[in-house]
């Protein structure tokens, strides 16, 4: 009996601090791999870059199971990938950028690749445009995928870890230097654009939100800057309790790879004043993270990739509680010039004044490109900030229809690049349904 007295409140103890691993956050599924450094999921496959183990497919339209359906060992280790349309692309350590070939995942092509001059860690692809980043800053055509084209370099004194490109920028972390910023609006001629000293931080990854703010993980948290007028102001900081690793943005939320910590969410609507609104602490360090809503898969030491729901933080999600007679389609999905949009429910142009309809398009990071409303014209929407929002480019052809329906004909600019974008229809009424779409050019 004094044994039952003394275990009682040491189990309750056990649960409460269980229970304190988690807010608003699940652990989904967990798939051991020989060492993975990155992951992408492409539909219902997951590429890892594993290592010593290469190229790793998995089956994960069953998140909670992950299967493995194939492996490719290559010369040096996978230290990053990208996906290239029906191919994926390598960034390994012996200074080459692999491409393959992964459609029948047990025999694994390798088709096209670049040998450099300097170690590669990761790769990011824009349509046929790919970055390669490491001991220098490469860009390549990638036109032809089984034979691709530098098209330049940049060279700098230290080696950079992750990095992010935004328009015409690249910004790419330094390690213990800070924060480098690349201007590629040429990319023949890539040429250094800004930078923000960091001696006391080691600058492991940025990303940039939808109004170009650079969020930056760093040993010490995650630090927020604004980049203007060829300048990089620190406008805020969020404290971690271990190294942050990784970060990726969804519209006003930051999910960060912070090691021992695991895995945390940031609100970032106010970089001045960021809040953590949900995490996930595991037993092992979370290093890389990618966005597939409503999943994040975090990757880290001890071989672990881990599947984590964050259904939580919609920011434009696919599936919402909507009018039974509100549903939007898009033909042809892929598209590589134009796609047609049409919504169905809301009546010829709009039903009533609390129905004034709009369609904005969102990059599936968050970042919102374009909008018009139902008259054809523009819409400069504010959202969660009084910032102002971006240029319209695009190019979108109303028409109204007698039976219930009206069909948009989005023509994206000539300077968007390929890549999933979000089609949001709202309602005046605060409804909204979103269609993910394909644009390849």
């Known amino acids: 009996m004094k044994l039952a007295k003394t ?4 189990l309750i103890i056990a649960t409460a601090l269980v229970s304190a691993d988690s807010l608003d956050v699940s652990l989904v599924g967990r798939y051991t791999a020989t060492s993975p450094e990155q992951m992408i999921v492409v539909g ?18 069953n998140p909670s199971l992950p299967v493995e359906l194939g492996y ?17 692309g390598m960034a390994c350590s012996d200074s080459t950028f692999r491409i393959l070939d992964p459609r029948d995942p047990t025999d694994i092509q390798i088709v096209g690749e ?16 790919v970055f390669l980043n490491g001991g220098k800053f490469c860009i390549l055509d990638l036109s032809s995928p089984t034979a691709p084209i530098q098209i330049s370099e940049f060279d700098f004194v230290f080696e950079h870890l992750r990095f992010a490109v935004d328009g015409n920028f690249a910004f790419l972390a330094e390690k213990n230097y800070g924060l480098s910023v ?10 250094g654009a800004g930078r923000y000293f960091a001696f006391d931080e ?15 993980a760093t040993n010490r948290g995650v630090i927020a800057m604004q980049w203007q007028s060829g300048e990089l102001e620190q406008v805020g900081f969020w404290p971690t309790e271990h190294p942050a690793y990784d970060i990726t943005i969804d519209g006003r939320y930051a999910f960060v790879a912070c090691g021992a910590a695991g895995m945390r969410v940031l609100d970032i609507s106010t970089p001045s004043a960021m809040s953590e609104v949900g995490y996930y602490r595991l037993g092992s360090e979370l290093t890389d993270i990618f966005l597939d809503y409503p999943l994040v898969w975090v990757t880290g030491l001890w071989a672990r990739i881990n599947a984590m729901d964050i259904s939580p933080f919609a920011y434009i999600a696919e599936t919402r509680e909507l009018p039974a007679n509100f549903t939007i389609s898009a033909y042809p999905n892929p598209f590589n ?3 047609t949009i049409t919504i169905d429910g809301l009546g010829a142009r709009h039903a009533s004044p609390l129905q004034q309809l709009s369609v904005e398009i969102y990059h599936i990071a968050g970042r919102r490109v374009d909008a018009v409303a139902t008259s054809g014209q523009p ?11 971006p240029t319209i480019e695009g190019d979108f052809s109303p028409s109204g229809r007698n039976d219930g329906k009206n069909e948009f004909i989005w023509t994206p600019p000539a300077s968007l690049p390929s890549g999933v974008y979000l089609v949001r229809a709202s309602a005046g009424n605060g409804t909204f349904v979103t269609k993910r779409v394909v644009f390849m050019k």
């Open 379 to 389: 819409v400069i929407a504010m959202s969660d900030s009084d910032e102002k929002s």
């Open 114 to 129: 670049f040998r450099g001059d300097a170690p590669i860690f990761r790769c990011e692809s824009h349509g046929d445009t």
């Open 44 to 61: 219902d496959r997951g590429f890892v870059a594993n290592s010593s183990g290469g190229l790793q497919i998995l089956d994960v339209s």
């Open 7 to 10: 275990l009682l409140p040491m």
């Open 182 to 191: 690349v201007d590629i609006s040429n990319p023949a001629s890539p040429s």
């Open 202 to 216: 080691f600058v492991r990854s940025a990303a940039v939100d939808r109004w170009g703010r650079v969020f930056v």
């Open 72 to 88: 490719r060992f290559l010369p040096g280790n996978a230290t990053g990938i990208c996906a290239l349309g029906d191919f994926i």
């Open 337 to 339: 010039s134009a796609v």
